[in-house]
């Protein structure tokens, strides 16, 4: 029987000698997250205009809204790609000629279990969904795992992925609208006085634009403090991932686009009939004056522990 809600209780550094309660209460397409009883994140498993799975309404620990309103506020941010950019996603423009970016096929939901625990220091679901082509046909499955948890340095959402193959295969395009994104609130953009960072040493969107990278950082200060959040590909996933940044608050880890990206040739990943991509991503949410991407990525490759993912190129 899966709970309608569940906490975790944890101290960390931030919220004084108060413990930090994590919980999490069903909706009727998905979770609502909360960190001390006030809004962390809102996942939906899709719904009728974003066919795929997102988490949307992302805060810090602090409560700094951290990406864009869901649906947007035409007073508080832009309204473009309103049904591409929802928050923080996984996305594919061309699996097999079909669009699961721009909502043209379908990701449709079919399992949400939960595991919770209050001895445990996370939340954590898992979710299944059908690769349905525009015109109906199943394709495979996308299964994936999450989990939430508070650490010192803010909260870490990760991502474990595996794109699962039906009879014909997969075979994985390349475009710039492919993997890992999210879209960050008005108030932390570039072009507003953010700043983006990445693994690399390189900072601003056009220098970061297009680049291999670990990890990449995008932050503001609102009201006098400093938030952001820290997107990270795992050393583990099939190739190392190039980055698709935008000074408007775009931010997508791409391990697919390689000549979108302008790194080579086309790129064609394919996943055999039967067979499996696993695909693992990370999303660190922080408000801290201390912290540090560099630490925040040792977190999140301890959190997941990676295994061998080979696959033909």
């Known amino acids: 029987m899966i709970p309608t809600i569940f906490s975790l209780v944890y101290l960390f550094a931030g919220f004084a000698s108060d413990p930090a309660e994590l919980a999490a209460a069903k909706t009727a397409n998905g979770l609502e997250i909360t960190l001390n009883g006030k809004p962390l994140a809102a996942f ?14 992302l805060h810090s620990p602090k409560g700094i809204r951290l990406t ?11 309204t473009d790609h309103a049904t591409m950019h929802p928050g923080l996603w996984l996305g594919f423009g061309d699996i097999s000629g079909e669009d699961f970016w721009r909502n043209k096929a379908r990701m449709e939901p079919k399992d949400l279990e939960i595991e919770a625990g209050l001895n445990s220091q996370q939340i954590r679901f898992a979710t299944r969904h059908a690769l349905n082509a525009a015109g109906g046909r199943l394709m495979g ?21 595996a794109l699962e193959a039906g009879e014909k295969g997969l075979v ?12 960050m609130a008005g108030t932390l953009i570039e072009k ?5 960072a990445n693994s690399n040493g390189k900072t601003t969107a056009k220098e970061t634009w297009g680049q291999p990278a670990e990890w990449t950082d995008y932050s503001g200060v609102v009201n006098g403090a400093e938030a952001g959040i820290t997107l990270f590909a795992s ?38 009939p039967g067979g499996e991509l696993r695909l693992t991503f990370g999303a660190f949410l922080h408000d801290s004056k201390e912290y ?16 061998s993912r080979k696959i033909e190129k």
């Open 68 to 78: 864009r309103t869901h649906p947007p506020l035409p007073d508080r941010d832009a």
């Open 192 to 196: 507003k006085g953010g700043k983006i």
């Open 141 to 161: 499955h996308l299964k994936s795992r999450f989990s939430v948890r508070v650490s010192p340095n803010g909260c870490l959402i990760v991502w474990d992925a």
């Open 235 to 272: 050393p583990d996933n099939f190739r190392p991932s190039w980055w698709h940044n935008r000074d408007y608050g775009l931010m997508v880890a791409n391990p697919f686009g390689r000549q979108a990206m302008r790194q080579g040739t086309v790129s064609q990943v394919t996943v055999h």
């Open 44 to 57: 939906s498993q899709g719904d009728n205009t974003i066919l795929r799975p997102y988490f949307a309404n």
């Open 172 to 183: 994985l395009g390349d475009q710039e609208e492919m993997g890992f994104g999210a879209r």
């Open 292 to 307: 540090a991407p560099e630490r925040a990525y040792a977190e999140f490759l301890e959190a997941f522990q990676p295994k």
